[in-house]
């Protein structure tokens, strides 16, 4: 079993949202959540091969999409980092 790869963290982020608004249709099933990401920073982990040391910039969103099972999420995050 030796030669399977290991997992490590890479990144670390801390992020602040803000409210989430609920845009769609909840009735057709089809509602969508949209949280804005209004502060955070992204680092990379000791060890990890690219350094990274960034803030967000402006205001990201977190798009989140519920299937009408309501047994699934997906997530669609958009920011900006310098």
Do not use: C, W
């Amino acid at each position: 079993m030796a030669d399977f790869p290991k997992t490590q963290p890479a990144l670390h982020m801390t992020i602040k949202i803000g409210l989430p608004l609920l845009v769609g249709s909840v009735s057709r099933g089809t509602p969508l959540t949209v949280v804005p990401i209004t502060e955070g920073t992204i680092r990379s982990e000791t060890g990890f091969a690219v350094e990274l040391d960034g803030t967000f910039k402006g205001i990201g969103n977190d798009y989140i999409h519920n299937d009408p099972t309501g047994k699934h999420m997906r997530l669609d995050a958009h920011a900006v980092i310098e």
